[in-house]
């Protein structure tokens, strides 16, 4: 069982109402990492510059991940996102972007990247995650993107959604990209693009899953702290992608899938509780576990027989 | 078991993108009652004025609705509310607001209307609520609200909501209410109030309950038709406190709560798929039943052991 994912590797500064971090570990790949190495092999494909040490290698090879195919540019700086959020934590603003080594970035996959059952293409340009999807053998082909690829590149994700099996994408995204209002409509256009398993983010509401068999609707848990929002939806794409890979990433049954959203909602309300890869690099597994328990518990209800009128 | 609901009972124009109603009956204490009346008898009180016929009365008395205590202003107008929905459905654009003989209703309860077991105060003026409230002799007592007094009446929507068991808002009205951006936090404000139940509705995402003795989120239920969403949440709420009702309004566990969450949301989800009450109107209770049966089963999921990493 092994899981490749392909994706930023960055320094984030986020300022929150609840505080502030100038130089944090953070990107995309990272966070997923974090939460999908609690049930698999993870590799991780993603540019670093001159400004990335042992500390922050020490970070993402947390619960074993291998890091043998991040690339180290000499001479670049690893990719920087400034950004701050009002007390409206859904919302991101971002005040500073330097791609540095990762505007250039070419991904290229080792054979052992390559051979993973998995692969989760990560927020990229849509041409640069098609091309990674080339290179791979991976069983179960996952992507997340985002509305500025919608916008500037929609050919081109279409055509790598027609690659893949599992597509994570915000509400709002989704239905940007599909130009239909209602979800359930718009998740069957992209089904028929091809992908099997449709996830929507929706942030502090859940998360629901879209099927052909069927839905599945999880709300987040309920947090009374939340000091920093960012990778919740990578760490949420860690967990779910990461737990259909411990299964081979060839069980695709709903209850499977049910189960999937279930780690993922369980890591990233871990993830936001602390700033940036603070609380989910030394989460244990009795913790996900136990709020995999509580999700079960929070959304369970047994109907009971009411005389209704007619 | 006996409920009485006292607010709006109203004229709307309605156009969405799905099409146009001209005047249909509509109104908070209609939606509501229409949906609590399958659970309990039901004393709907609220102003009519000369332009309210036959039709709409029978429409009312559905499923047994008794409308004694509904007025009958000679010479006036029943309330009439003109708005539109864009393609985002969970805003209503309002173009015209005629109050007519809502706009000087002072709720006269009869003693079957004060002796009810449970009373719901749909969305007034709160000092009308207040005075209401204080006239009655229920057990279980709920009350709805909205923006606007939040921002013009807060002190007496406060005092009111000192009075009350329940209250149901969305969770914006409940984040202006209380200052608080967070969701749990707002929440626990308003039980120190005096409430034992919160419950934040949440548009197309669902509804989530927050009580002392814990939190329920149910989505709500995933429709490919909404043609109109007004009276969505007149709906919940009279299908949540109907429920409450037909155990007498004194029967609070989390498990029955939970249980009210989910026909509410059952009733909401026909709400929606026509115009007005059209589809209330009309619905089965073998309908409720088994939307209630599809809402547990898109929710359910069980854990199955994974081993995870250390």
Request: charged residues 25%.
């Amino acid at each position: 069982m092994s899981l490749t994912v392909v994706g930023s590797i960055a320094f984030d500064a986020v300022t929150t109402p609840f505080g502030t971090r100038e130089k944090m570990l953070g990107g995309a790949a990272v966070h997923f990492s974090l939460a999908s190495s609690f049930f698999t092999d993870v590799r991780v494909v993603g540019p670093v510059g001159d400004d990335f040490g042992e500390a922050e290698y020490a970070v993402l090879r947390t619960r074993g991940t291998n890091t043998d195919d991040v690339e180290h540019v000499p001479g670049g700086e690893t990719f920087f996102w400034r950004a701050h959020y009002e007390y409206d934590l859904n919302t991101a603003h971002t005040d500073d972007t330097r791609l540095g080594v990762f505007g250039t970035f070419e991904p290229k996959l080792s054979q052992e990247s390559k051979d993973a059952d998995v692969l989760f293409l990560a927020n990229i340009q849509p041409d640069v995650q098609r091309g990674v999807r080339e290179q791979s053998n991976a069983r179960f082909v996952a992507l997340d993107s985002m509305n500025l690829w919608i916008e500037t590149a929609k050919d081109s994700l279409i055509k790598t959604i027609e690659t893949v099996d599992c597509v994570l994408l915000n509400d709002a995204e989704i239905r940007q990209l599909t130009g239909k209002a209602n979800l359930v409509q718009a998740a069957r256009e992209i089904r028929a693009l091809g992908p099997r398993v449709v996830v929507a983010k929706q942030g502090e509401y859940g998360a629901a899953l879209l099927t052909d068999e069927g839905f599945f609707g999880l709300p987040a848990y309920p947090l009374e702290t939340v000091n920093d929002p960012t990778g919740a939806g990578d760490s949420f794409a860690g967990g779910f992608v990461g737990y259909l890979a411990a299964h081979g990433g060839d069980d695709l049954s709903h209850q499977t899938l049910c189960r999937a959203m279930a780690y993922g909602t369980a890591i990233a309300s871990y993830n936001v509780e602390e700033f940036g890869t603070e609380r989910v690099a030394r989460l244990t597994r009795e913790e996900v576990t136990e709020r995999v328990g509580e999700l079960q518990r929070i959304t369970h209800f047994v109907d009971a027989p009411v005389a209704l009128r007619a």
